[in-house]
């Protein structure tokens, strides 16, 4: 069958996308990648067809004006407390916090990251290729108006907490209690206009929830940690894959003291810029402890710090895949692959969670699992950091929790071992006269 990804574009969602479009294609299916062109190298580089789509995004321009001051309003609690997407509390998620999220995210990053001409571009490639699965991320609803469109069967691959689903079954339920005539669904309006647009509406056609939660879903995160939605979902193992690499001679050497990775990622500098902490209190926390820290720092981070303390190396980039199981923890900031490397690695965290979509009920999640200590950004210190830390390196419990999800992970279907299934569920969705039908 033909198979169509179609990621947000951004480097650290493509990756997340890596191991099941290699598994499909060694399967012997057809495998393309689609989004904007910002993004066509790094599809390229992992051995994939890349199919460029759209004008480039420039995702940190969009998301980071300069007329707009939009990063300070990321960061601003007022901003956050009423349409924040992360905000679980059962308490808090009243009718207008849900419309909220929506009526404020529709306009101001899903209309601005999936432009009318990439959705145009995108659907008239579909019906050319004529794809049986389109392959989406929960942040681009482009695939799923081209499956659509072409009449493809479609699925959500996720890269963290499901919280769109999550979100979406509790403001369908509040919308349920609403006359039909009084209901506003920012996305359904949204969406159902781009559908309109290419001759898809009516029954089957037009708007329906399939557009927002995917036919099925594919999920990485362990079922254990995975949020509490009712979908019809596909668990898949994690595989991690963080792009093409050189390991580092030091790595073939056993740490002689506890190893600590420190990384901040690179999800929110590529998308918003900065980092969600201080990296000068972050080391300065942990330079008189008895471990090796390796921190991931570009240029920019190195040049506004002073001389490094003696038990600090500080790399560019390394694998994480190839770091994490020779390091007792890891300091990092909360992003999808950074967590689930460090659980399928069995590796303690020490979570300061980016506020960005879904680090921050993340963080929470690792916490109540055991396998995490977590701080915001604002609360953090640098005593705090120092023994959050020692406190993960000593309490054999986060070790014994973070071991417990990695065996739950390793007994999870493979990207390659789910690709029967997938294959069943395409067959069952196909329509009737498709090729190959």
Known sequence: MRVLFQPFAA???????????WALRAAGHEVRVATQPDVSEDIARAGLTAVPVGDPLHVAAKMNPDDTDLVDE?????WLRVLDPGELRPE???????????????????RNTVPDRMIDDLVAY???????????????????VAARACGAAHARLMFGLDLVGLLRERYRHVLGRVPAELRDDPLEEWLGHVLE???????GRGFDEELVVGQWTVDPVPTSLALPVSLPRVP??????????????WLDEAPGRPRICLTLGLSFREVVGGDPASVGELLAAVADLDVEVVATLNAGQ????????ANVRAVDFVPLNELLPSCSAVVHHGGAGTFLTALAHGVPQVVVPARMWCNTPRAERARAAGVALTCSPERLTADRLRAMVVRVLEDGSFARNAARVRAEMLGTPTPREIVPALERLVSARRTPGRRGA
Do not use: C
């Open 126 to 144: 579909a019906r050319d290729w004529r794809p049986d699965l389109v392959v989406w991320d929960t942040m681009s609803y482009a695939g799923p």
């Open 197 to 203: 647009r290419h001759g898809l509406k009516g029954p």
């Open 236 to 249: 898949v193992r994690y595989v991690p894959y963080n792009g093409p690499a050189l390991v580092p001679g």
């Open 74 to 78: 990321l960061r601003d609690d007022a």
């Open 11 to 21: 480097a650290t969602h493509v990756a997340a996308q890596v191991p099941l479009a």
């Open 92 to 110: 808090r998620l009243t009718p207008e916090h849900l419309h909220g999220v929506f009526a404020a995210w529709t306009p101001l990053v899903h």
């Open 302 to 309: 190195l040049s506004a710090l002073g001389p490094l303390p």
